[in-house]
């Protein structure tokens, strides 16, 4: 099954607006950690921003932050100001306990930045 | 930095040929992984392993099989490609540590099975 979900496959966002990337989670383990994902048209994956389970804040990076809704199991990136840059497809993934370091990823989500 | 290089950017081989793809990472980490990825898909884990000569089975191991020799080095490798193998494949590695610790990926190699 699913384990992460990406309705998104892809969005459009104008220069300066920001822009929310969706991102829902499925398990059971009560401890886990998310992380978001860059990867530009050039291939390699660019790490984002984490946020744990039992962290009591959203995460925050720079432009980027992360509204984390645990009971909701969701874990929606938001890029403010958005910049040209920012044009690529986004990744969410889960890391759960006892998983030797694996992550399950998400569909992901393909961003374009227009003037 | 943490450098993770893959032998090839992109590879074109033969259905039937034997495949070799090479990972290289430079920060002493314990874990490594291949993923392969395809639109719509995301990334999927094929095998990885968290000590030297030793691996695990990830979602999608049929038709691979790795070998990890030396800490630094994991290698997947096609035993006899198929079409359905063209893909993009990504190494990564990571500390053995808290779920806090991220992956660092390779940039890739795109190969295609003619």
């Known amino acids: 099954a699913q384990k992460i979900t990406q309705t998104q496959p892809g969005m459009f966002v104008q220069e300066k607006e920001a822009v929310t990337l969706d991102c829902t989670y499925d398990?059971?383990?009560?401890?886990?950690?998310l992380f978001w994902y860059k990867q530009p048209s050039s291939g390699e994956m660019i790490f984002l921003i984490y946020?744990?389970?039992?962290?009591?804040q959203n995460a925050t990076e720079g432009r980027y932050s992360l509204n984390f809704q645990k009971a909701r199991k969701s874990a929606n990136l938001v890029i403010s100001a958005s910049q040209l840059g920012d044009s690529a497809m986004y990744f969410c993934?889960?890391?759960?306990?006892?998983?030797?370091?694996?992550?399950?990823f998400g569909a992901g989500t393909q961003v374009v930045v227009t003037p | 930095d943490v450098k993770v290089t893959q032998s090839s950017r992109y590879l074109v081989k033969r259905t039937g040929e034997k495949v070799f793809l090479e990972c290289v990472q430079d920060?002493?980490?314990?874990?490594m992984f291949w993923y392969r990825q395809d639109p719509g898909l995301g990334l999927r884990l094929i095998y990885f392993s968290y000590d030297v000569k030793m691996k695990e089975k990830g979602d999608i191991p049929e038709g691979y099989s790795v070998s990890r020799e030396k800490k630094e080095r994991f290698s997947l490798i096609l035993e006899s490609a198929s079409t359905n193998q063209t893909s993009m494949y990504l190494c990564?590695?990571?500390?053995?540590?808290?779920?806090?610790?991220?992956?660092?990926f390779g940039p890739g190699t795109r190969l295609t099975v003619l």
């Open positions: 946020q744990g389970s039992y962290d009591q």
């Open positions: 920060m002493d980490h314990e874990n």
């Open positions: 398990t059971s383990d009560p401890s886990y950690g």
């Open positions: 993934a889960m890391r759960e306990v006892d998983s030797w370091g694996k992550l399950q």
């Open positions: 990564a590695s990571s500390l053995s540590g808290p779920l806090t610790t991220e992956q660092f």
